[in-house]
């Protein structure tokens, strides 16, 4: 069956055709700036040319429609007609406790995820917008919707509680969501797999450390904790976001500099984090590169990050009692040996050893990076999100 998933932004749209019988991409890409100008990207496998062009699209709708039409292109193309796209598979970022599983998205879905944006006002909108607008191109493909949130709405109350006045929860769901919930079950999936651990008996621990970056407890195959919260802020030291904080401290920042709720967000959101800490940059690659020649902050901001990632992953294996297996993916967990090191560096006192050769692993490769006679395998396990939601809709059809 062929799956066409998209992922739609505030002014981007990211998409990928997929064989569910065969799990091969046969096409993806992105449309940026849409709104803007319009920069249109066409990766179709099988050794054609990459196509990268300008395209006007002031719209989702026009980006949605482009694709359709690259993809139906009788020179380009990887399929001959609209009809062989048999669904659509959309990456909804904010299910609140209304999804706990993928859905086939009718008006009333619709919404309840529009109902969900107040908890996601970036994202939900822009989901909105891709799901109205491939119901309108594709009238006959089912189109199912797959939530970042509903893997961990298996957290336990007292998991996901907050402990402010609990009115807030019952008047506004104020409480723990989590995110990354497709990559986090897709990885807690394959690692039992690779691990020949039965996933529902198992203690899993899945560190998604990308830009955005989040730590799961796996507890027999279902998430039971997870480091992000109510949003994607709270939890690790990310990218640019601060994660855990004393909201004291930002009160007090507030009042010392005059700083306005909204500025106050966006400082939390966009100059935090690593970029805040080192003032150089959000990409771990520069900050090692910056540490090694003596940049202090640069050195600092690792330091802040692996250590708050090792405080989870601690604080996970108490909770849990126990773990059978610890999984790394995503941009960072996927290429960054210097972090998996000193993670496991510190799980010494538990048996758990780095095989500094395999430890290499970068781009992409599913490896296990523990020595064979430590007592608790870690594995490198490539994510792939699109994947995961091209399973979920064929799934969910059938
Ligand atoms: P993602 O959001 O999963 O695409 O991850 C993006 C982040 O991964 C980047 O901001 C980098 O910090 C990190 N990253 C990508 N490649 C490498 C690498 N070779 N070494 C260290 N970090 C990397």
Same mark, same amino acid.
């Given at each position: 069956?062929?799956?066409?998933?998209?992922?739609?932004?505030?002014?981007?749209?990211?998409? !990928?055709?997929?064989?569910?019988?065969?799990?091969?991409?046969?096409?993806?890409?992105?449309?940026?700036?849409? @709104?803007?100008?319009? $920069?249109?990207?066409?990766?179709?496998?099988?050794?054609?040319?990459?196509?990268?062009?300008?395209? #006007?699209?002031?719209?989702?709708?026009?980006?949605?429609?482009?694709?359709?039409?690259?993809?139906?292109?009788?020179?380009?193309?990887?399929?001959?007609?609209?009809?062989?796209?048999?669904?659509?598979?959309?990456?909804?970022?904010?299910?609140?406790?209304?999804? %706990?599983?993928?859905?086939?998205?009718?008006?009333?879905?619709?919404?309840?995820?529009?109902?969900?944006?107040?908890?996601?006002?970036?994202?939900?909108?822009?989901?909105?917008?891709?799901?109205?607008?491939?119901?309108?191109?594709?009238?006959?493909?089912?189109?199912?919707?797959?939530? =970042?949130?509903? +893997?961990? !709405?298996?957290?336990?109350?007292?998991?996901?509680?907050?402990?402010?006045?609990?009115?807030?929860?019952?008047?506004?769901?104020?409480?723990?969501?989590?995110?990354?919930?497709?990559?986090?079950?897709?990885?807690?999936?394959?690692?039992?797999?690779?691990?020949?651990?039965?996933?529902? /008996?198992?203690?899993?621990?899945?560190?998604?450390?990308?830009?955005?970056?989040?730590?799961?407890?796996?507890?027999? @195959? &279902?998430?039971?904790?997870?480091?992000?919260?109510?949003?994607?802020?709270?939890?690790? %030291?990310?990218?640019?976001?601060?994660?855990?904080? #004393?909201? @004291?401290?930002?009160?007090?920042?507030?009042?010392?500099?005059?700083?306005? +709720?909204?500025?106050?967000?966006?400082?939390?959101?966009? &100059?935090? @984090?690593? $970029?805040?800490?080192?003032?150089?940059?959000?990409?771990?690659?520069? $900050?090692?590169?910056?540490?090694?020649?003596? #940049?202090?902050?640069?050195?600092?901001? $690792?330091?802040?990050?692996?250590? *708050?990632?090792?405080?989870?992953?601690?604080?996970?294996?108490?909770?849990?009692?126990?773990?059978?297996?610890?999984? +790394?993916? %995503?941009?960072?967990?996927?290429?960054?040996?210097?972090?998996? !090191?000193?993670?496991?560096?510190?799980?010494?006192?538990?048996?758990?050893?780095?095989?500094?050769? %395999?430890? !290499?692993? *970068?781009?992409?490769?599913?490896?296990?990076?523990? /020595?064979? =006679?430590?007592?608790?395998?870690?594995?490198?396990?490539?994510?792939?999100?699109?994947?995961?939601?091209?399973?979920?809709?064929?799934?969910?059809?059938?």
């Amino acid at each position: 069956m062929d799956v066409l998933v998209i992922n739609c932004g505030s002014s981007s749209l990211k998409y !990928q055709l997929i064989d569910t019988d065969t799990e091969k991409v046969m096409a993806k890409g992105i449309c940026e700036r849409i @709104g803007v100008d319009g $920069l249109f990207t066409y990766k179709p496998t099988g050794g054609m040319a990459i196509k990268k062009a300008e395209f #006007d699209m002031p719209t989702h709708t026009e980006a949605v429609q482009h694709v359709i039409d690259t993809l139906t292109d009788p020179e380009n193309g990887v399929i001959e007609s609209l009809d062989d796209i048999a669904a659509v598979g959309h990456r909804i970022v904010h299910g609140g406790e209304k999804f %706990a599983e993928s859905v086939i998205i009718d008006d009333e879905v619709i919404k309840e995820v529009e109902e969900c944006s107040a908890l996601a006002p970036l994202h939900n909108p822009a989901n909105v917008i891709g799901i109205k607008t491939c119901m309108k191109l594709m009238p006959n493909a089912p189109q199912i919707g797959v939530f =970042d949130t509903a +893997f961990h !709405q298996t957290m336990r109350d007292y998991v996901y509680t907050y402990a402010i006045p609990y009115e807030y929860y019952e008047k506004y769901k104020v409480r723990r969501y989590g995110f990354h919930g497709t990559s986090h079950s897709f990885v807690s999936k394959r690692l039992a797999e690779v691990c020949d651990i039965d996933l529902d /008996t198992s203690k899993l621990i899945v560190c998604h450390l990308g830009g955005g970056a989040s730590v799961t407890a796996v507890y027999r @195959g &279902k998430s039971f904790d997870t480091s992000m919260g109510l949003t994607p802020l709270e939890g690790l %030291a990310m990218g640019t976001r601060s994660g855990d904080i #004393d909201i @004291g401290a930002i009160n007090y920042i507030a009042e010392k500099e005059g700083m306005s +709720f909204e500025e106050i967000m966006d400082m939390l959101n966009k &100059k935090s @984090g690593v $970029l805040g800490i080192s003032g150089n940059s959000s990409d771990f690659r520069d $900050l090692w590169n910056s540490r090694a020649v003596g #940049d202090e902050r640069s050195g600092l901001a $690792l330091d802040v990050f692996c250590y *708050r990632l090792i405080k989870y992953v601690g604080a996970y294996i108490a909770a849990m009692n126990g773990v059978d297996a610890i999984a +790394f993916t %995503a941009g960072i967990g996927e290429n960054d040996e210097g972090v998996r !090191q000193r993670v496991i560096d510190k799980l010494n006192y538990m048996g758990v050893f780095l095989d500094g050769e %395999a430890n !290499q692993a *970068r781009y992409g490769k599913e490896v296990r990076i523990s /020595t064979p =006679d430590s007592k608790i395998p870690v594995w490198v396990i490539p994510t792939d999100e699109e994947l995961a939601i091209a399973r979920e809709t064929a799934a969910l059809l059938k």
